[in-house]
C-alpha cells in the first residue's frame, strides 16, 4: 500500500527528500526532525483516497479524520502509530516502535486507533465528489446582495482594490432608484426564502447616508407585504461617522465592519486622507463608541496586514487593547508587483505571527479577557453540513453585486471587469453563462483542493483570488492556500488548548 | 479512550451554521 505524503504549510519551501516504501512506490516525504509536522493521504482498500492530516502545535498532537471531521488530542504513542496504521499489522508497527515506547503502550494505542476508524472517525473514506455533484445541479436563490452604494471614498488607502472607490471606472453614487431596484430585484429572486442579506458597501457608503436610510425604510416596507426579513450591513471607514449614525446603525444593521489596520503608524501609512494626513486619531473613538454601544458585539473591526507589517500579530492586540473584542485582521491580495504584497518568503514570518497570536488568544481567554480572531473562528461541533462546505461562498449564484448604476457581477471583487458582467437589476441575469460556471465551482472543480485537509473549512477559496492569480476561478490562490491552512491548524489547536 | 482524546460530516465557511 502506498503512502503520498504531503507538505503541510510550514514545510512547503523546504527541500523535500524522497524514499521509497516496501513495495517500490515513490513515496514523497519531508524531513521530520525540522518540523514535527506531517500531512498524509493513504489509498484506502478500494482505492477511494482517504485523507488525515496530523500536525504538532503549541506542545499538542493533533490529528484530523478530514471526511468526518472529527479532530483528536493524541500523545506521541498514538502520533506515531497513525502514519503506520494502513502499512503495517499491529505486530509489525510494535517491532517498529519498540524502541521508542514500551511495547504494551503502542499495542493500546494500535487498539484505540482502530476503534477510531470502525467508529468513522478515522481514515474516514471521501465520498463526496458524486455527491456534490448532484448538489451543483440544484435550483438556486439570490440571497445577499452587496450594493456599492458610493463609487466614492474619502481616503486614499494604498492597497484598495476599489481604487479610492472608483472600481477602474469613474465615481458614482448609487441613486434611490437604482437601490430601490435592487430591492425589488432580490425580493422576486429570492424564492421562498425568507432570510435576505444586503450589505451597504463601497468606496465609503456613509458619502452616501441618505440613500442607505431611505432604502433601509424602502426595505423594512416591503419585508411585511412579502413576508421577508431584510437583514442589512455596513461597512464604513469611519470617517463620517457621528452619533446619529450609530443610533440608525445600531438600530437597523445586524452587522457593522469597521476598518482600521492596527497600530497608528500601521493604520496611517497604508490608510491615509488623499493629502496623505492620516485617519486614525479621527476614527479610533468613534470606532470604541459604536463597539461599545452594540455591546461588544454584531461588529468587527476590520484590518489588512502587508509585507510593511508582517508582524500583523501586534496589530491585532493592539486592537485588543483598545478594547474591541470582535476583531479580523486579514492578509493583502494584491498583483506579486506591488511593493505591499505578501510574498513567498514573508510566510514563514506570517506563520510565526499566527502561532504567537494563538498562544495569546489562549492566555487571555483563560484570564477572562478573551476576544474573537475572525480567521480563528471555527465551530468543530456544529457548522455547515457538507454540502455547503464543498460548494463555498455562493458568489455568482446566491450572491451578486450591484454597482451605482444597478449593474450585476459575481461579487464585489470582480465589479469593474466587464468579463464578469452578468446583467442589471431591471433586467436581471442575462448572462446565465457567468452564473453556470459559479454554480459549478467547488472544491472537487479544483484540483489543488480535492485532497487538501483543509477542503472543509475554507470551500475551495476565493474564487475572484483566483481568477486574479491564474485566470481561472476554479484553481487557488497560493499564498492565501498556505496561509488558510496555518490558521486552521492554528485555530484546532486553540481549541484543543481551552478544552483542557 | 487513554491515548486520544476527541475534541467533537452565504459566506466569505468554518464559522457559520446552519441556525
Known amino acids: 500500500m502506498g503512502v503520498q505524503y504531503l507538505l503541510t504549510p510550514a514545510q512547503r519551501f523546504l527541500v523535500p527528500f524522497f524514499a521509497e516504501t516496501a513495495n517500490n512506490e515513490k513515496c514523497h516525504k519531508t524531513d521530520r526532525s525540522q518540523q514535527g509536522e506531517r500531512s498524509f493521504v493513504c489509498y484506502g482498500k478500494r482505492g477511494t483516497v482517504t485523507v488525515v492530516h496530523q500536525y504538532k502545535n503549541n506542545g499538542y498532537n493533533i490529528v484530523l479524520d478530514i471526511n468526518s471531521g472529527a479532530v483528536h488530542v493524541v500523545d506521541d504513542v498514538t502520533y506515531d502509530v497513525i502514519p503506520l496504521y494502513q502499512e503495517k499489522n499491529k505486530e509489525e508497527i510494535v517491532a517498529e516502535l519498540s524502541g521508542r515506547y514500551e511495547d504494551k503502550e503502542i499495542a493500546e494505542a494500535y487498539d484505540e486507533v482502530a476503534a477510531l476508524e470502525a467508529g468513522g472517525e478515522l481514515f474516514t473514506e471521501d465520498e463526496y465528489e458524486a455527491y456534490i455533484d448532484s448538489f451543483k445541479n440544484r435550483p438556486t436563490v439570490v440571497k445577499a446582495l452587496c450594493l456599492h452604494i458610493a463609487h466614492d471614498c474619502n481616503l486614499a488607502c494604498r492597497y484598495c482594490f476599489a481604487e479610492e472607490g472608483e472600481y477602474h471606472g469613474r465615481r458614482e453614487l448609487m441613486s434611490y432608484e437604482v437601490g430601490k431596484a435592487a430591492l425589488d430585484f432580490l425580493i422576486a429572486n429570492s424564492g421562498n426564502r425568507r432570510n435576505l442579506e444586503v450589505d451597504f458597501f463601497g468606496g465609503e457608503p456613509l458619502m452616501n447616508f441618505q440613500v442607505v436610510k431611505d432604502l433601509v425604510a424602502y426595505g423594512r416596507q416591503q419585508e411585511k407585504i412579502h413576508n421577508k426579513n431584510f437583514r442589512f450591513t455596513l461597512t464604513t471607514n469611519g470617517v463620517l461617522l457621528n452619533d446619529d449614525i450609530m443610533e440608525f446603525a445600531n438600530r437597523e444593521m445586524a452587522n457593522v465592519v469597521l476598518s482600521i489596520d492596527g497600530r497608528k503608524e500601521v493604520h496611517d501609512f497604508m490608510r491615509p486622507f488623499p493629502k496623505g494626513a492620516g485617519s486614525y486619531d479621527l476614527i479610533v473613538p468613534k470606532f470604541q463608541k459604536f463597539a461599545e454601544s452594540r455591546g461588544q458585539t454584531n461588529y468587527y473591526v476590520r484590518g489588512t496586514f502587508t509585507h510593511y507589517n508582517l508582524d500583523f500579530s501586534r496589530d491585532v492586540l493592539h486592537l485588543a487593547d483598545l478594547g474591541f473584542q470582535q476583531i479580523s485582521v486579514e492578509p493583502v491580495v494584491a498583483p506579486e508587483t506591488a511593493d505591499y504584497a505578501i510574498r513567498k518568503e514573508d510566510l514563514p514570518k506570517l506563520y510565526e505571527e499566527y502561532d504567537k497570536l494563538a498562544v495569546e488568544m489562549i492566555r487571555r481567554e483563560r484570564e477572562g479577557r478573551g476576544f474573537h480572531f475572525f480567521h480563528f473562528m471555527i465551530d468543530l461541533e456544529g457548522g455547515p453540513c457538507v454540502a455547503k462546505r464543498l460548494s463555498g461562498c455562493g458568489s455568482g449564484t446566491e450572491y451578486l453585486a450591484v454597482t451605482p448604476w444597478g449593474d450585476l457581477y459575481p461579487c464585489h471583487q470582480f465589479v469593474g471587469n466587464e468579463k464578469f458582467y452578468m446583467g442589471n437589476v431591471y433586467e436581471g441575469v442575462k448572462n446565465t453563462a457567468i452564473r453556470e460556471q459559479f454554480r459549478g465551482c467547488n472544491v472537487y472543480a479544483k484540483e489543488k483542493c480535492k485532497s487538501c485537509f483543509a477542503k472543509f473549512y475554507c470551500s475551495g477559496g476565493c474564487a475572484a483570488n483566483s481568477y486574479n492569480f491564474h485566470g481561472d476561478i476554479n484553481n487557488a490562490y497560493d499564498i492565501g492556500c498556505a496561509l488558510q491552512k496555518k490558521r486552521i491548524e492554528c485555530a484546532i489547536m486553540i481549541k484543543a488548548a481551552l478544552a483542557e | ?19
Do not use: A, I, R, W
Open chain 2, 1 to 19: 479512550m487513554k491515548h486520544v482524546k476527541t475534541l467533537n460530516l452565504t459566506s466569505c465557511v468554518g464559522n457559520q451554521s446552519c441556525e
